[in-house]
């Protein structure tokens, strides 16, 4: 067991942040790949907030994850989307 898996109990609830340029698309996008690896978000796991100066947005999507493989392909996935600049 690896010294990240020692730290994260599977499962466990767990926030993931997308950020990119402000755009209802970036929403809808973020949580469709999250689909791909998630079977069940509960109401209320996605919140968005824009940027203070209103031209870039963060997407939280809160999720139940179940193992750190399925965390780095969610991440992996994220950071290859050309709409998101940067994932948490």
């Given at each position: 067991m690896s010294e990240q898996e020692d730290i994260l109990k599977f499962p466990c609830r767990f926030p993931i942040k997308a950020m990119g340029m402000n755009?209802?698309?970036l929403d809808i996008h973020v949580v469709e790949i999250?689909?791909?690896h998630v079977n069940d978000l509960n109401e209320g796991a996605v919140t968005?907030?824009?940027s203070k100066g209103g031209?870039?947005?963060s997407v939280?999507?809160?999720i139940t994850a179940t193992s750190k493989q399925q965390?780095?392909?969610i991440y992996q996935d994220l950071t290859d989307s050309p709409l998101v600049l940067m994932a948490l």
């Open positions: 755009s209802i698309e999250i689909r791909r968005s907030r824009p031209k870039y947005t939280t999507v809160t965390l780095d392909a």
